[in-house]
């Protein structure tokens, strides 16, 4: 009793406050869709790089970052593409993609006959994540437009993804 008791009030906290539709549909739910991705677009510097933690007491953005995020933003955007036809989310996708292989390495000294590639941020941390977020969205690219000139870093990242696995699996 005590366990379904505690459910409920964990079921019942979670909906308080929330608003509850029930006319949710296909349509509504791409246009909110549009409207993030809009968001995103907007938010998206010269460079590829998205503005990420806004501060409003400096009224400025913060300089951390997370590349995981930002790897899985362009595929979102991707997704959007696909889904609306609409080229700005597929051109903000590709700067995205452009900017976050930049930070991808090769191996340390001591893993130089490897041959795989990457996602590093600025601390030198290479997250089996950000390549896995980055071969998703690479390929989602490819996919979209044919283009197969990504393909040499896929495989790269594949290889890295390959590295970081242990022998047990």
């Avoid at 366990?3 to 608003?19: E, M, P, Q």
């Avoid at 090769?106 to 290479?126: M, N, R, T, W, Y």
Wanted: charged fraction near 25%.
């Amino acid at each position: 009793m005590k366990k379904i008791l505690s459910l409920f009030l964990i079921i019942g906290t979670l909906c308080i406050g929330n608003a509850h539709s029930d006319d949710l549909t296909p349509e509504s739910l791409l246009q909110a869709a549009v409207l993030g991705g809009d968001y995103l677009v907007r938010h998206q510097n010269s460079d590829g790089s998205f503005d990420y933690v806004y501060e409003p007491e400096k009224d400025d953005y913060s300089s951390s970052y997370n590349l995981l995020r930002h790897a899985g933003t362009c595929y979102s955007l991707l997704e959007l593409n696909e889904a609306t036809g609409d080229k700005r989310y597929l051109d903000s996708a590709k700067i995205g993609l452009e900017w976050l292989l930049e930070r991808a390495r090769g191996p340390k000294p001591e893993h130089e006959q490897e041959s795989f590639l990457a996602i590093v941020s600025s601390d030198q941390e290479a997250k089996l994540g950000g390549a896995a977020l980055a071969l998703l969205a690479l390929c989602k690219y490819e996919t979209i437009t044919g283009d197969q000139g990504w393909r040499p870093v896929c495989h790269q990242l594949f290889l890295f993804i390959q590295f970081m696995q242990d022998e047990e699996g």
